[in-house]
C-alpha cells in the first residue's frame, strides 16, 4: 500500500507569492492533518479535515493559509501570500477513522523557503 | 504555553544505556498519549501509544503512564546509535479528534 504523498518536496518561494502544495492520504483513510514544523514552534496543526469536511482551520493561520480536500484522494494547500516567516517543513497526515484514536501516518514532507 | 511538556529538551547517552524521556499534559480531556519517532529529514512515525495507567512494553521500549498527573515517559534501553532522533510525545483529546504534540526531546546515543 502507498503512504502519504506529498509534492513538491522541496519549494522556494519569492516574498509575496502565491505556492501551492499538495497532498495524497492512504487509500481509504478518513482524517487528512496539514502542519507546519519548525525548531522553534513544533509541530503546529493547520487545518483537519474529516471525510472530507473542514474540522479546524488552524485559528492563527486563516488568513494567508487555506487548505482544501478537493476528493478524498486529494487535498492541497494554499499560501498567499507567502512571507519569509512561512519558511518551514509542511507535513500532510492521514489516519483511518475508527483506527487507534491519534495514530497518523506522515508524508515526507514539503521544505518551503520564503526569500 | 505549550499544552503538552517535554523534558528534557535533549539528551546523550552512550550506546548500550537507557534514555528515559519525559511528556506531561496540562489539558486533563486527554484520553491517550502517543510517541512518535523523527529521524533526522524524515517525517514522524508512530513508535508507541498508551491510554491506561501503567506501563506498556514493547521490546527495548517502555512507556508509562500515570492519568491523574497526565505524564507518561519513555525508556529505551539498550540504546543504538539509530535510535538517535526526535522523538515527539503527543496528546490526544477525545473532544477534539486531534493530536497535540510537543516540541520534542533530541536524542544523541554516542557509538
Known amino acids: 500500500d502507498a503512504g502519504v504523498t506529498q509534492t513538491p518536496r522541496h519549494e522556494v518561494a519569492e516574498k509575496g507569492q502565491t505556492i501551492i502544495l499538495k497532498c495524497e492520504p492512504v487509500?481509504?483513510?478518513?482524517?487528512l492533518f496539514w502542519y507546519r514544523q519548525t525548531k522553534i514552534q513544533g509541530l503546529e496543526l493547520l487545518s483537519y479535515?474529516?471525510?472530507?469536511?473542514?474540522?479546524?482551520d488552524g485559528g492563527a493561520f486563516k488568513d494567508r493559509f487555506k487548505a482544501e480536500m478537493l476528493n478524498s484522494s486529494f487535498s492541497t494547500l494554499k499560501i498567499q501570500p507567502t512571507e519569509p516567516k512561512d519558511s518551514a517543513v509542511y507535513l500532510c497526515a492521514s489516519s483511518l477513522l475508527g483506527g487507534r484514536l491519534g495514530e497518523q501516518y506522515f508524508g515526507p514532507g514539503t521544505r518551503l523557503t520564503v526569500l | 504555553q505549550q499544552k503538552v511538556q517535554q523534558s528534557p529538551e535533549s539528551l546523550i547517552v552512550p550506546e548500550g544505556g537507557m534514555a528515559s524521556l519525559n511528556c506531561t499534559s496540562s489539558?486533563?480531556?486527554?484520553?491517550y498519549f502517543w510517541w512518535y519517532r523523527q529521524h533526522s529529514g524524515k517525517s514522524p512515525k508512530m513508535l508507541m501509544s498508551i491510554f491506561s495507567n501503567g506501563e506498556k512494553e514493547e521490546g527495548r521500549f517502555t512507556v508509562h503512564l500515570n492519568k491523574a498527573s497526565l505524564h507518561t515517559s519513555l525508556h529505551i534501553r539498550d540504546s543504538q546509535p539509530s535510535d538517535s532522533a526526535l522523538y515527539l510525545c503527543?496528546?490526544?483529546?477525545?473532544?477534539?479528534?486531534?493530536?497535540?504534540f510537543g516540541l520534542g526531546t533530541t536524542l544523541q546515543v554516542q557509538p
Open positions: 479535515f474529516r471525510s472530507k469536511s473542514l474540522m479546524e
Open positions: 503527543a496528546a490526544w483529546a477525545g473532544n477534539t479528534g486531534k493530536l497535540i
Open positions: 489539558d486533563r480531556n486527554v484520553d
Open positions: 487509500s481509504g483513510h478518513n482524517d
